[in-house]
């Protein structure tokens, strides 16, 4: 960027020989070797895939403001005569009444048959011809990169807010601005702010938020659904994979409102109790959500949702959410809606839902449930949206940095069951019957055959989505058994329990033309491995770097640490001046590693 060594920006000057130049897309940004600011490169997978959504909501925008300008225009070519017709009808707007009745009765249908007109009806600029372009809120920058990469690479967007609460994070965002050129400065601006604080003293300002912080989005979400304009988006990330998937189920609940259960789905449970979450800080407004996109990569989950204001419309919440019944024996469960609807003439209202939708005991092996949720039961991506993402990407594959990643994940979502919450493990239910597994073909085959549906899904390899009830699934098991007999087992074991019954349904397990998805049909790569060792979550912003985040960071980056600091012979401090120690008041390096660590660091590298 220069010929010099050294740097002058905002009225200070440094070394470039004390960074590193980190470049992702068209972005460039400059870190420090110490820890001071976060960065993870395997969240380019994170970042990638909200530029592919990003660049589709613009595209969806101008679309639906088209057609809001088009239906205006066709309504007020109807209004005089439709007045002097019908002047004692009630007034309507954009096909709908004053009372809501219309929308109420067509989303008891489901969400597709209003959201069009919500979408329209609720752009930013709304009773303007011209469609304002978008404005960004990245609420927790860091260093930047993430702002910088829709600034440089979204065609369409007018402006990029980059909040941080913490000085040198700021601080390295406005270096990274700069040293970007004139298209980042003229877009991006950094503020140190409370994102809790700024957000909520400008709601309805942003068509995008962006929420990705490190650990649990929770503190951030009532601010956050305030802040977005109607029918603007909000991207959610969420890293407290622990918590949402039942390791700390009571920690789970005081944050976002639901309890997890232990389960192969539990990663889509976590998807659905942010989506839940979400939902209820934004009903609290009037407010609800679409989700377009919600996906489980890597160590973390991300959600893309478009939020609407509807108070008729808030009032379906009870609809799209449900507790989930879970066998502590088998792999049974069941969901019980939390409401349902009730039409009377031509409205429908919403009422409590009937249950119990199980026995005591689980009806299969005769085991308790236990119960979880509430969760979001209704879809968790539109396959429109989905489809149109998937061609973007293809055809500018070169700008992404991981096409092939993101690709192979959205080429798994659009092939699922949109309307089938969590899913089934093959490997599982053969584990509770201690049986030989079928193979994937023969167990969706048998599905097919006896008349319902069946996918896979982008959580899991193993796992497969099922309108099929469970005891539909248990008597195409027992048949299987039947023709692969296993050793006997206790009686009062699961299993037992269940092969002990005769099958109802004759399973057929003929291969059925639709028993391979077209991806698999065609080879196409759906689930890749790392692309390389030690992929995934690194260490907190100012966090000292040493030889215990070996398995976080490899030792390649530990020694490359080493060196750095013997380099500058300085010593690594806190914020307040004083050395990291550990609490007997010893230096972490002084501290030897264990031996049997030591051995199988050493084994790593070989």
């Known amino acids: 960027m220069a010929g010099d060594d050294e740097k002058k920006q905002n009225g200070t000057s440094f070394d470039l020989n004390d960074f590193t130049i980190i470049k992702e897309g068209d972005a460039e940004i400059l870190m420090h070797a110490k820890n001071e600011v976060f960065y993870n490169n395997s969240q380019v997978n994170n970042r990638d895939m909200s530029i592919a959504v990003l660049r589709t909501f613009i595209s969806q925008r101008k679309q639906e403001h088209d057609a809001m300008l088009a239906r205006r225009t066709k309504a007020g070519n109807k209004a ?80 990029v807010v980059a909040l941080d609460n913490d000085k040198a994070s700021v601080e390295a965002c406005r270096r990274n601005i700069k040293f970007n050129g004139s298209v980042a400065c003229s877009k991006v601006e950094s503020h140190l702010a409370d ?109 893309f949702v478009r939020i609407y204001t509807s108070a008729s419309d808030v009032k379906l919440t009870p609809l799209k959410l449900s507790y989930v019944y879970q066998c502590i024996g088998c792999d049974s469960f069941h969901l019980q809606t939390v409401g349902r609807t009730v039409s009377k003439d031509k409205s429908v209202r919403c009422h409590p839902g009937f249950g119990p939708a199980v026995p005591q005991e689980c009806s299969d092996c005769g085991k308790k449930f236990n119960m979880g949720g509430p969760i979001w039961s209704g879809p968790i991506h539109d396959q429109e949206w989905v489809a149109a993402m998937l061609a973007n990407v293809k055809s500018m594959k070169e700008r992404y940095p991981a096409y092939e990643r993101i690709s192979a994940v959205l080429t798994t979502v659009s092939e699922e069951l949109p309307d089938i919450p969590l899913f089934l493990s093959l490997h599982n239910l053969c584990a509770t019957l201690k049986c030989t597994s079928p193979s994937a073909v023969i167990f969706r085959s048998a599905v097919i055959n006896a008349g319902y549906r069946i996918s896979g899904t982008h959580v899991n390899p193993l796992g497969l989505k099922t309108d099929a009830p469970m005891n539909v699934i248990w008597d195409i098991m027992r048949c299987w058994v039947r023709n692969h007999p296993v050793k006997a087992q206790p009686s009062d074991q699961s299993g037992s329990v269940i092969l002990a019954k005769e099958p109802v349904l004759q399973a057929n397990f003929a291969r059925a033309v639709a028993s391979l998805s077209q991806a698999q049909a065609k080879k196409v790569a759906r689930f890749l491995p790392n692309p390389e060792r030690n992929w995934g979550p690194k260490l907190r912003a100012g966090r000292q770097i040493t030889s215990k985040h070996v398995s976080l960071l490899g030792p390649k980056a530990l020694n490359a640490m080493s060196n750095h600091e013997i380099g500058e012979g300085s010593n690594h401090e806190n914020g307040d001046g004083s050395n990291h120690e550990n609490g007997d008041g010893t230096n972490h390096e002084d501290v030897e590693e264990p031996a049997a660590k030591r051995k199988k660091t050493e084994e790593s590298d070989s």
């Open 80 to 159: 005089p005569n439709a007045k002097a017709e019908n002047p004692g009808d009630s007034v309507q707007h954009n096909g709908e009444s004053n009372d809501g009745s219309e929308v109420l009765k067509d989303e008891s249908h489901g969400e597709s048959s209003s959201i069009p007109v919500e979408q329209t009806k609720n752009l930013r600029g709304k009773g303007r011809e011209e469609l304002k372009p978008p404005r960004v809120l990245e609420a927790l920058s860091a260093s930047g990169l993430r702002a910088l990469r829709y600034a440089r690479e979204v065609e369409g967007i007018s402006q």
């Open 195 to 303: 994102a809790r604080v700024y957000m909520l003293t400008h709601p309805n300002e942003f068509d995008v938020v962006d929420l990705d912080p490190y650990g649990a989005p929770s503190v951030f979400l009532d601010s956050a659904v305030q802040s977005v304009a109607d029918g603007g988006i909000l991207m959610c990330t969420a890293t407290d994979m622990a918590v949402l998937c039942a390791a700390n189920g009571e920690v789970c609940y005081s944050k976002y409102g639901s309890y997890p259960l232990r389960g192969k789905y539990c990663h889509e449970m976590a998807l659905r109790i942010l989506l839940a979450s979400i939902e209820s800080h934004a009903n609290r407004y009037k407010r609800y959500i679409v989700p377009v996109l919600s996906v489980q990569m890597d160590f973390y989950v991300r959600v």
